[in-house]
């Protein structure tokens, strides 16, 4: 059975840094792509960064881009998401998910990924 954990979430003032860890178990993911997505109260889930399978090409969502690093290690079965310069609007519900399909490049969208963790809660205070 597939499973995502997150972990790493808090609170944290604003300006301050917090790293998501993201470990799969069931199957490894080292040759699919994977992602990070955040749903604030009332609002939609959104892409924040994703990561292909292999060398790890990366992207970020507009709102993050500069502040947030993703990366993997494939011999952890993890991926990782650095949080740098947070700010109150990056309150959120942070989710990790992976696509089943192997040597899967960047994905952007929900319903390219087939696995999801159950979250984990990150605040930031102003």
């Known amino acids: 059975q597939v499973q995502l954990v997150e972990s790493g979430g808090g609170l944290v003032q604003a300006g301050g840094s917090l790293r998501l860890s993201c470990a799969a178990s069931?199957?490894?993911?080292?040759?699919?792509?994977m992602g990070w997505f955040r749903q604030a109260p009332g609002k939609e889930r959104e892409f924040v960064a994703g990561?292909?399978?292999?060398?790890?090409?990366?992207n970020y969502a507009d709102s993050v881009k500069g502040r947030f690093t993703i990366s993997r290690d494939n011999a952890k079965n993890t991926v990782y998401l650095q949080m740098n310069s947070l700010k109150p609007e990056d309150t959120a519900v942070y989710y990790c998910?992976?696509?089943?399909?192997?040597?899967?490049?960047?994905?952007?969208?929900?319903?390219?990924?087939?696995?999801w963790g159950q979250g984990t809660q990150v605040t930031v205070s102003s």
């Open positions: 998910a992976a696509s089943k399909d192997y040597y899967s490049d960047l994905r952007f969208g929900q319903h390219e990924y087939d696995y």
């Open positions: 069931g199957r490894t993911f080292s040759n699919n792509a």
């Open positions: 990561i292909s399978w292999g060398v790890g090409n990366t």
